[in-house]
DNA sequence: ATTACTGCAAAGCATTTGCAGACTG
DNA sequence: CAGTCTGCAAATGCTTTGCAGTAAT
């Protein structure tokens, strides 16, 4: 499989690694690490390389068609299409498995600095615990 | 200065370097990563090795005497006292300073999750932007 | 004295970079 | 065909680990 759904990105050139990424991003219900992202287009197609995937990531979260995350106590950074909706996950500290979150604390708050002036551009959320698989384990 | 102001957590070996490594946290405002408290207990004290550094904040943190965070878009984590109290920080994304918030977004909000169960133990939040400082190069 | 801790060096892991050949527009 | 992109290898930066000598209780 090598088809995007949507158009190809204006002023992004063209070629067989870029469409394999965006396949695979696009075909992803959740984010990805760049080893994923690159195991995952590389059984579509064979040819690529990991540094490839990490240069093709980064020109697309420049052009903001991906955007990038850190997962929590993780050592790699996540990806994902940037679907323009607001989204935060939780993540289970016994499985690792990231669950998404449909509302947003950041809604309703104005943040109180010690600075003053801030212009707030951005924000990142994550909750973290147990799901209802890793939970039972333990002790209420 | 080699003093900690508060008396020694009980459990733990008392040596020189975990006296400096912990007696420069103390006294620090904001949080460090571990190159930062590294010069800063070498710089007191002289003979101290940055693995030692890491080996003692892995310690610290275990024991729960430290906090262990990392902030966004950055490649390395931070530290600080456990001071047992609810921060979060915004990061000016300009000139990388850390600015303490003084309310928490997550006070009054439920998270919505689509797996149903998920007992949350914990949460990190950060926001990002440009400080009064750096706020002013760039366009409203 | 016994056990844990540190100095030191080297490895580890995610990510980045340099370069020459290959491909796109 | 000019300029960009990729394969590949090697470097980078933060952090971890192994080992033998040193220090703490």
């Given amino acids: 499989m090598n088809e995007t759904k949507t158009e190809w990105p204006a002023g992004v050139k063209r070629t067989r690694q870029r469409q394999e990424v965006l396949a695979v991003l696009e075909n992803s219900p959740s984010p990805l690490n ?3 992202i690159f195991s995952l287009a590389k059984k579509n197609d ?3 390389w990991l540094s490839t995937v990490y240069r093709i990531l980064d020109l697309f979260v420049k052009k903001g068609i991906v955007t990038k995350a850190s997962a929590m106590n ?3 950074a996540i990806y994902e ?3 323009y909706q607001h989204k935060h996950y939780a993540v289970c500290i016994g499985c690792r498995k990231v669950i998404q979150m449909d ?3 950041m809604e309703k708050f ?3 600095l010690d600075d003053g002036d801030f212009r707030v551009t951005g924000h990142k959320v994550e909750i ?3 799901c209802k ?3 039972a384990e333990l002790p209420q």
């Fill in 34 to 36: 760049a080893e994923e």
């Fill in 46 to 48: 064979g040819s690529i």
């Fill in 74 to 76: 993780s050592a790699f």
């Fill in 81 to 83: 299409m940037n679907r």
């Fill in 103 to 105: 509302n947003c604390p």
């Fill in 110 to 112: 104005t943040p109180r």
């Fill in 128 to 130: 973290y615990g147990y």
């Fill in 133 to 135: 698989d890793c939970g």
